[in-house]
């Protein structure tokens, strides 16, 4: 029964790409899937529960959202690597679990490095209002200071010195030296290798651990940091710890 | 007298030819927009918005036109962007150092003169805006301003069928989406060209500056007021600290605030002398209510007399463009 379901998506998947493709030359017939779970102290994070961080500073978040984008599978060697052909960004929201997968058509072939964009790139922050996934409708945008909010975080905490002890970090800025764009690249260990025919999917398990948000290369306490809403020095070291709770903890060919 | 009838009849083109439109519209169903040429003047410098993002059309202009005049932009209706860029003060706010928004809430800079934005890449006071189709965004999201979300914007003009015809007959479907509704508005923005004062019928030949003009320009000359206010769009886009002190109740660091850089503070963009005796008072927080604030502010490193004063002003008179602010395809349609 199981199995009958899996072949059916793949013949919708299938058809779907064949309508697409009517001006492309060679269609990308596989799919590229992402399911991002974010987590913390191992276990799955959930919104308005109140939880601890490895500074020992208890917490509850209201609001995790952030882009993800350019997904690409490559080969490590050649250095080749192969863009995803569907939306070029995904905006992902905790509070709506089904914006935590998605998938996304790519090229069949033999691979051995996922990449992504954690954000989005420079040349979509300043070209004009973009649609789905990036239109500034989605509140992901600062208006007065061009540029998206790659990452939202927001919550409350009885260590932050803020009104109501809010935090709130709105994670973004292109402009060098402080770029919170951050490349996310996985690479499979040699000799193995993703061989991707046609008409399968590639899935991803990605963790977004919150341990490490807190905790990477910059010690992001609460106490000290309640705050971060412009681009800048510290925007740019909470996105490396961000870049450092990204996980990927499993995949499969189906 | 010569050109009185000059201008007569140019108002009548733009009547008989807004008349032509209205009728047009009654069965524009299904067919395409008129493309409309954007209007750059003679040896002026190239523009820099991406146009084939975003083809001018006659309909996109009037759609532009009619949203830029909309309250329903703003969350309480009362604030459309003509309430602080008012066409008759050449699109700034008339004799306002800030401008009014939402719920009796002053802004924290004073409205920006609207004109010749296709030659500008960065937007605002302090260039923070990167597209001249981002910009709405902001004074329609600050919350001292129109103080509205694009989502609840979007909705009160689907609910309206007149806005779902339009858009769909200017971009092939009824969807009103963000950047539909800011592509409109630039159409109806990039239009504000500003090459028809008097200073450019004399530069184009068509026209002689009075002695006192003439004698007036020299002297914008010989102070090298150019050397920041460049012609032809008299500001050379860049970003200055011109020596006003930090407004401690505004704190308004200008550039700064936006690169992050120390060497950045208290700049703020040169500002187009164009339209300069309708956009009073001056700054970026309007602190200086007259052009004599102006003259003593800069007569401190570049000493400026009565006479050369005077003179300075008539020539700045002869930079007002009436065709940009008397334009009734320009005003308000409603």
Redesign the interface.
């Known amino acids: 029964m199981k199995k009958t379901y899996i072949l059916l998506m793949v013949g919708l998947g299938f058809f779907s790409a064949c309508q697409k493709e009517a001006s492309v030359e060679s269609p990308p017939t596989a799919h590229l899937e992402v399911r991002i779970h974010p987590e913390i102290n191992g276990e799955p994070l959930q919104l308005n529960v109140p939880y601890t961080n490895g500074f020992g500073e208890s917490f509850t978040v209201t609001t995790i959202k952030f882009y993800t984008g350019q997904f690409s599978l490559g080969d490590q060697l050649s250095g080749s690597s192969e863009l995803s052909a569907g939306e070029p960004y995904f905006l992902s929201d905790l509070s709506t679990p089904s914006t935590l997968s998605f998938s996304t058509p790519i090229k069949p072939g033999t691979y051995n490095q996922l990449s992504f964009l954690i954000g989005v790139d420079s040349a979509r922050n300043v070209s004009g209002v973009q649609s789905g996934a990036l239109d500034p409708a989605n509140g992901m945008f600062w208006t007065w200071n061009s540029g998206y909010i790659y990452l939202k975080m927001e919550g409350n905490s009885p260590v932050s010195n803020q009104p109501n002890g809010k935090f709130e970090y709105h994670i973004g800025g292109f402009q060098s030296p402080n770029s919170s764009i951050r490349l996310f690249i996985a690479n499979l260990s040699a000799p193995d290798q993703w061989e991707l025919a046609k008409g399968k999917t590639i899935s991803f398990d990605i963790v977004y651990s919150l341990d490490n948000f807190f905790n990477s290369s910059f010690p992001l306490r609460i106490s000290e940091t309640p705050v971060c809403t412009t681009p800048g020095e510290l925007s740019s070291a909470i996105a490396n710890n961000i870049a450092a709770a990204f996980q990927v903890t499993n995949f499969e060919i189906k | 007298m010569r050109v009185r009838t000059i201008i007569v009849s140019l108002v009548w083109g733009i009547l008989s030819g807004s008349f032509l439109l209205s009728c047009k519209k009654t069965d524009t169903v299904g067919k395409s927009p008129v493309p409309l040429s954007f209007p750059k003047p003679a040896g002026w410098p190239d523009t820099k918005y991406?146009f084939s993002?975003?083809p001018l059309t006659r309909e996109g202009f009037e759609l532009g036109r009619k949203l830029f005049f909309d309250g329903r932009l703003s969350k309480d209706g009362n604030f459309p962007c003509a309430s602080c860029h008012q066409p008759f003060a050449a699109f700034s706010t008339y004799e306002h150092d800030l401008s009014h928004g939402f719920n009796n809430q002053f802004t924290t800079r004073n409205a920006t003169a609207l004109f010749n934005l296709a030659w500008q890449t960065e937007m605002?006071h302090d260039g923070?805006?990167?597209?001249l189709?981002?910009q709405p965004?902001?004074p329609?999201?600050?919350p001292n301003e129109m103080a509205e979300?694009?989502?609840s914007v979007?909705e009160k003009l689907s609910a309206d069928p007149d806005y779902v015809q339009q858009f769909k007959v200017v971009f092939g479907s009824p969807e009103i989406?963000?950047?539909r509704m800011?592509?409109a508005l630039s159409q109806y923005m990039l239009m504000l060209v500003s090459a028809s004062s008097k200073y450019d019928r004399v530069k184009a030949g068509k026209d002689v500056f009075t002695e006192n003009e003439a004698a007036g320009y020299a002297i914008f000359l010989k102070k090298n007021c150019n050397s920041c206010h460049a012609e032809p769009l008299f500001t050379d886009l860049s970003y200055r600290d011109d020596g006003l002190p930090l407004n401690s109740s505004l704190n308004d660091v200008g550039r700064m605030?936006?690169?992050?850089k120390k060497e950045d503070s208290l700049k703020f963009r040169v500002p187009s002398l164009r339209n300069i005796l309708l956009t009073k008072p001056y700054m970026h927080d309007g602190r200086m209510v007259s052009l004599d604030a102006v003259y003593d502010h800069y007569s401190k490193k570049n000493p400026l007399s009565s006479v050369e004063r005077g003179l300075l002003t008539e020539f700045f008179r002869s930079l007002t463009d009436s065709s940009l602010v008397e334009n009734p395809a320009l005003a308000d349609p409603n």
């Open positions: 991406d993002q975003n605002h923070g805006i990167a597209n189709d981002l965004l902001a329609i999201t600050a979300t694009i989502p979007l989406t963000t950047a800011t592509k605030r936006i690169t992050g």
